[in-house]
């Protein structure tokens, strides 16, 4: 009888992360650099924004965040300025990308 009920629920742990791992959630990242009196830009920082179940999750709050004078590249990808006083310009790149990719690259192993 424990025999049965162990095999049971190791088939059910199995089964629940097997279909775990079929599933593919989607971040929304942002790529943001600046730019000070025409100046070439840099500072870039990273950020991870939020993160979805699905890719038309993740499209969809693009969408939410799209306004004028952005420029869609792809569905999964927006370009945008912010203009400050001071003639500061902050380009912003946001992008959805599967949870497999990490968009600031591999992690040091260190030695």
């Known amino acids: 009888m424990i025999a049965t009920i162990s095999t049971v629920l190791l088939?059910?742990?199995l089964a629940s992360a097997?279909?775990?791992s079929a599933e593919c959630a989607w971040a929304l990242?942002?790529?943001?650099?600046g730019s000070v009196k025409g100046g070439p830009y840099q500072g870039q920082s990273l950020s991870l924004m939020s993160a979805h179940t699905s890719a038309q999750d993740c499209i969809a709050k693009l969408d939410s965040l799209q306004t004028t004078g952005d420029q869609?590249?792809?569905?999964?990808?927006?370009d945008g300025y912010m203009e400050y006083p001071k003639a500061e310009i902050t380009h912003v790149k946001w992008q959805c990308l599967p949870d497999t990719v990490d968009p600031r690259g591999p992690k040091g192993g260190g030695r």
């Open 29 to 33: 990242w942002a790529a943001q650099e």
């Open 72 to 78: 869609r590249w792809a569905p999964t990808t927006l």
């Open 11 to 13: 088939a059910l742990v």
């Open 18 to 20: 097997s279909s775990a």
